[in-house]
């Protein structure tokens, strides 16, 4: 079974046939979603047939098991997780969750993620270091070089940053 990680959220519907709106959790702008991508709501599978970007921040899907209005609707408010590596793959925004298990390396030493914090204007990756969790921002973090197969970021951190 593949990485799941939180995606974003059904945001409302659009139109009449069950066309969905989805708040993305990424970083960087949103971006449609391939046909086929399978998107996990609670207990429910849906499978994208068609998506396209509708602001920076959102997509709108058509998924082939919700074909009426009535049953986007149920689904209003209902968090998405996707298959980490449908999505985290170059020149796709980058899933804010599934840097969860990554490890951040910077001169030399190690620092495991720990958690996610996200917010749409300043997302925090919660490092362990030797004297417990600090904060770092992702834009701080991204600015170094990104293995996501090894799932590490090498990058320099400020000094005493895992001090604060």
Excluded at 54 to 76: F, G, I, M
Excluded at 83 to 94: A, C, N, R, S, T
Excluded at 108 to 121: A, I, L, T
Aim: charged share 25%.
């Amino acid at each position: 079974m593949e990485k799941r990680v939180p995606y974003g959220f059904i945001e409302r519907t659009h139109g009449l046939h069950g066309r969905m709106i989805l708040k993305l959790f990424v970083f960087g702008p949103a971006a449609p979603l391939e046909e086929g991508t399978m998107l996990y709501a609670g207990d429910r599978t849906l499978t994208v047939t068609r998506s396209r970007k509708r602001d920076n921040e959102r997509v709108t899907v058509d998924c082939s098991e919700v074909w009426k209005k009535t049953q986007a609707a149920e689904l209003t408010g209902e968090s998405i997780e996707v298959d980490i590596d449908q999505v985290l793959k170059p020149g796709f925004p980058l899933p804010v969750y599934g840097f969860s298990e990554f490890t951040i390396v910077s001169r030399g030493k190690k620092f495991p993620v720990e958690e996610v914090e996200y917010n749409n204007s300043n997302p925090q990756l919660i490092l362990r270091g030797d004297g417990g969790l600090f904060p770092v921002p992702l834009v701080l973090a991204l600015t170094g070089q990104v293995d996501s197969a090894e799932r590490t970021i090498v990058v320099d951190l400020p000094e005493g940053l895992e001090e604060i």
